[in-house]
């Protein structure tokens, strides 16, 4: 992962707390680098910035999308492509380069471009979501 997220990880942790989510940094969950239960999402301590933003979205996007209704049409394999698909558009809508962390990701999970094609609706609108709150007013990326 190469840059730096900058003040968009606080803005992106103000955001979290917005929609009522606990975030806890830990190294309890290790070897995972994040996990997302419920209303709560726990990140491991010692990550780079721009990995720990990358995972910070990852998780948040589970919160806004699986969490409910939507777990339960979706496979492991949609949800993991779906996150980390949002993950890869607002890294690099921020400027961060993740090189092929994302892809390597998804295909950890059999997503494909067939999955990716399916959910491109719920990507886009979560990555949108998520990048209209956390740039600024005056910022393009709005």
Not at 36 to 52: A, F, Q, Y
Not at 78 to 89: G, K, N, Q, W
Not at 133 to 141: G, Q, R, T, V
């Amino acid at each position: 992962m190469k840059g730096d997220p900058n003040d968009f990880t606080s803005r992106l942790e103000s955001l979290i707390a917005a929609n009522g989510i606990a975030l806890e940094y830990t190294d309890r969950i290790a070897p995972a680098k994040g996990m997302s239960s419920g209303g709560r999402i726990e990140v491991l301590t010692n990550l780079e910035p721009g990995e720990r933003f990358s995972v910070l979205v990852h998780e948040l996007s589970h919160e806004l999308i699986h969490k409910g209704e939507r777990r339960k049409e979706t496979s492991r394999t949609i949800r993991e492509t779906e996150a980390e698909a949002v993950a890869f558009v607002v890294c690099h809508s921020i400027g961060l380069d993740t090189n092929t962390a994302a892809s390597d990701y998804i295909a950890l999970y059999q997503g494909d471009q067939t999955t990716l094609a399916a959910s491109l609706e719920v990507i886009q609108k979560t990555s949108a979501e998520i990048l209209r709150a956390i740039a600024p007013a005056e910022d393009p990326l709005r």
